[in-house]
């Protein structure tokens, strides 16, 4: 029987965590599939594990990948051997609820949609649970209501439509993130349109291709948890939780300001390929003020790394600090700079003011 949906599981020496992956994709509902399983060059016993499940299961398929070293590299060479007409995305150390295959594709059969995202749980370390927009915690279920009440989209039960206007609107009025690249089940011929993941990028090259997709094409929001999203310490975008974090706790941690410059650097870059997306882009109505708002995000990310390195890096420091005055000036950056740079000049910062103008995220 021919597949009729793809997944691809790009993985690194995961031997221990990949079997929950795979367990997950075996217990779909939704039966017919192909699991690509592309190992990154591992150094671990990733391809052995994975021949072992295609003894028991020949839906499985195990290839190395051929392309850039990296997650992006590594999704392009699934999706380039892929045969299904829908292509699903999961990570090597997170697991699907059983019927996120059965509701995606129901949506995307029974509706004239060809893309679909749902809700997720975060689990941390600590075994700790928390659902994006859990519908038991008023504050966090706001959010959803929130970015509903922005688009007042079409809803039929569990399904929330979204049109082609979600990435700007939701950028200009600060919708909350529902598109997480490991609920996304999408028709492959939008994959043709929009292009392959950007294999330049090292990190948020996930989110990259997700905004190239929901800046030209509608999509469903399915309105039911299909993602146990796992937050370990060597994922590097959880290494610490934003939520809950003391800046001066971690000032002089160089291995957490090292991560956190490089995740920083990464969503600048990220940014930045965006602001042309923008202006190359038909659908974009409002350009300018699209525009002025990835500059300020950007001045604030310099900012944000120039602060947090001040303490271990003051070179880098200065270079982010006078780099954030390029994209925004600000009077209080302009002080910080100076203090850096001549900390035995007696300058009184509002240490309020300042701390508003980080950017964790």
């Not at 749902?118 to 649970?129: N, P, Q, S």
Request: hydrophobic share 40%.
């Amino acid at each position: 029987m021919f597949p009729e949906v793809s997944i691809i599981i790009p993985t690194y020496n995961r031997e221990r965590l990949l079997p929950r992956a795979i367990e997950s994709v075996r217990r779909q509902t939704y039966k017919n599939w192909e699991l690509l399983i592309i190992d990154d060059r591992s150094t671990d016993n990733t391809e052995i594990l994975v021949k072992k499940y295609i003894s028991l299961d020949d839906r499985i398929i195990y290839l190395k990948n051929e392309r850039k070293k990296g997650p992006a590299g590594a999704r392009n060479f699934g999706i380039l051997n892929s045969k299904g007409k829908y292509i699903a995305f999961l990570d090597s150390d997170d697991e699907w609820s059983e019927i996120h295959l059965e509701e995606s594709i129901d949506v995307l059969k029974n509706y004239d949609i060809k893309v679909s995202f749902a809700l997720w749980t975060a689990v941390k370390e600590d075994g700790e649970v928390r659902r994006v927009f859990d519908p038991e915690i008023p504050e966090e279920r706001a959010r959803l209501e929130r970015t509903i009440s922005i688009f007042n989209p079409k809803i039929e039960g569990k399904y929330i439509f979204f049109g082609d206007n979600f990435y700007e609107e939701s950028f200009l009025k600060g919708a909350s993130y529902c598109t997480n690249i490991n609920t996304l089940v999408i028709e492959r011929d939008i994959i043709e349109k929009v292009g392959l993941f950007n294999e330049d990028l090292l990190v948020c090259e996930d989110s990259d291709f997700v905004y190239r997709v929901i800046l030209d094409y509608p999509f469903c929001l399915i309105d039911n948890y299909h993602l146990y999203y796992y937050q370990g310490s060597d994922n590097i975008y959880n290494f610490f939780d934003r939520r809950d974090v003391k800046i001066d706790d971690v000032l002089e941690n160089r291995k957490f300001i090292e991560k956190f410059t490089f995740v920083g650097l990464g969503q600048i870059k990220l940014n930045s390929i965006h602001k042309n997306l923008i202006k190359s882009s038909q659908k974009i109505v409002r350009k300018k003020e699209c525009i002025n708002k990835i500059k300020d995000i950007i001045g604030r990310k310099y900012f944000t790394l120039g602060f947090m390195n001040h303490k271990i890096n003051k070179f880098k420091a200065i270079l982010f600090v006078f780099k954030s005055l390029f994209y925004k000036f600000k009077f209080t950056r302009l002080l910080f700079l100076i203090k850096i740079l001549f900390p035995f000049i007696p300058i009184k910062l509002e240490e309020e003011k300042l701390r508003k103008d980080l950017s964790l995220w």
